[in-house]
């Protein structure tokens, strides 16, 4: 059976002495996972939430970081993002590939509340064979807000990379019940960006 795990750690630094310390937990989560999911993540933080989950053939592998960035950082980085990712997606569009698309409060784990038609039809969908997949942000936010991604409407996401294929152990895949035959496995990358907020998510997902 899969370990379950769903952590979220606040790293607030406000005393200088503490930067040593507190970069090293954040290395010591990041530096688990193989370079080529985490390689985009910054180097070190001084502040953010950090939401990891690995649930294995339950639901999927993620890692997600939350920060907010004054303005003129934010707008820097969202230009050197926009130049390097491959697809850009609203996140209010009504077609988005999202991985485990079913999974929240209701259909979690061994919970499963969507009935197969409405999973099957979602799958079926042939607007998705031209999308990547991205995450379910659902839970990294206290609150559950009720768009496709679980995230405030104002959001964008960046795709930096999406493969399919079977990667890392299977301890750390999903059985990939929400997802179509041809994304059954796989894994995708990148950010997303709220310039209302000026909020960035760094993330990236396995299944």
């Known amino acids: 059976m899969s370990i379950i ?3 979220i750690i606040i790293l ?5 002495s503490c930067l040593p310390r507190r970069y090293n937990e954040y290395r010591t989560i990041i530096d688990k996972y193989p370079d080529v999911f985490v390689n985009h993540f910054p180097k070190y933080i001084i ?4 939401d990891q989950t690995e649930n294995g ?3 999927v592998t993620r890692l997600f970081l939350l920060q907010k960035l004054e303005e003129d950082s934010f707008n820097k980085l969202k230009d050197s993002i926009e130049k390097i990712s491959l ?3 609203d996140g209010n569009d009504t077609c988005l590939f999202i991985v485990n698309k079913f999974t929240n409060e209701q259909n979690y784990t061994w ?26 942000f659902w839970g990294l936010y206290e609150e559950d807000f009720k768009t496709p991604l679980h995230l405030p409407s104002e959001y964008k996401v960046y795709v930096f990379e999406s ?13 990939g019940e929400y997802m179509p035959d041809y994304w059954k496995h796989g894994y995708s990358k990148g950010v997303a960006m709220n310039d209302k907020t000026r909020e960035i998510i760094y993330w990236f997902v396995l299944w």
């Not at 607030?12 to 200088?16: D, G, H, N, T």
């Not at 038609?117 to 969908?125: D, F, G, R, V």
């Not at 493969?163 to 059985?175: A, I, T, V």
Request: proline residues 4%.
């Open 12 to 16: 607030l630094l406000v005393v200088f």
């Open 163 to 175: 493969k399919k294929g079977l990667y890392w152990d299977k301890k750390h895949r999903s059985n």
């Open 57 to 59: 053939e339950l639901d």
């Open 47 to 50: 502040e953010g939430v950090l």
């Open 111 to 136: 919970s499963k509340k969507a009935s197969d038609n409405e999973i099957n039809n979602y799958l079926q969908k042939q607007c998705l064979k031209n999308k990547m997949p991205i995450p379910n």
């Open 5 to 7: 795990k769903h952590i």
């Open 87 to 89: 697809a850009v997606y």
